[in-house]
């Protein structure tokens, strides 16, 4: 793949799993093509590749963000409950000071999102996945790292996101702030079961609408 289809393919691609193209949302080569500065002909490979990571689908010609089905977002729910309790764990036995830093941090600009007049959801979308992405670094472990990012690539994070009330979106980062306690006295009982408690809240608050 070409620099100019791999940039086509990372721009559209962020955009599709930070929610900012939703579902049933068209692609339109020509957009994206202005967007990234380079012909239509890469946008075209980019976007044959996301078909394949099964991300965009095409009808009549015309290419769009992927709607998932609802049994294929209780799938996603269901494997999520099962793999990122045990991420959890193993975050509170290997993780050190700079990575705890590194995730109040992130907590830190959540939090600041929160307490806008009109939450910035965009932000908050970003330091959620900035602060999961930094738990899975420190597991250090490729297969988790596979398994993850087949997971994410259904977009389910930032749909709940936006569907949070400001006092949901509060919850959420106290389940961040607590599973940060838990990874500092290193308990990784207590880290799974608050990493559990936050998923089922996302799953009950995606099927509540």
Not at 76 to 93: D, G, N
Request: net charge neutral.
């Amino acid at each position: 793949m070409s620099k100019a289809s791999d940039r086509a393919y990372h721009a559209v691609r962020t955009r599709i799993l930070d929610g900012s193209l939703a579902p049933g949302t068209q692609v339109r080569e020509e957009d994206v093509a202005t967007a990234c500065a380079i012909s239509r002909t890469p946008v075209r490979e980019a976007i044959r590749r996301l078909e394949g990571e099964k991300l965009i689908e095409r009808d009549r010609q015309r290419s769009y963000v992927r709607i998932w089905s609802e049994t294929a977002m209780k799938d996603v729910f269901a494997l999520r409950l099962m793999v990122e309790p045990y991420v959890a764990e193993r975050v509170a036995l290997l993780i050190g000071p700079d990575d705890i830093d590194r995730l109040k941090r992130t907590s830190e600009l959540y939090r600041f999102a929160i307490t806008q007049t009109d939450p910035d959801i965009a932000t908050i979308v970003d330091q959620n996945t900035t602060f999961h992405q930094v738990l899975l670094e420190v597991t250090r472990s490729e297969v988790l790292e596979i398994v993850l990012e087949r997971l994410v690539a259904v977009p389910i994070v930032p749909q709940t996101l936006r569907r949070y009330s400001r006092a949901q979106l509060e919850k959420a980062l106290t389940d961040h702030n607590e599973l940060i306690a838990a990874f500092e006295i290193k308990d990784p009982s207590w880290a799974s079961t608050i990493m559990k408690n936050h998923i089922y809240r996302a799953q009950n608050a995606f099927f509540a609408t």
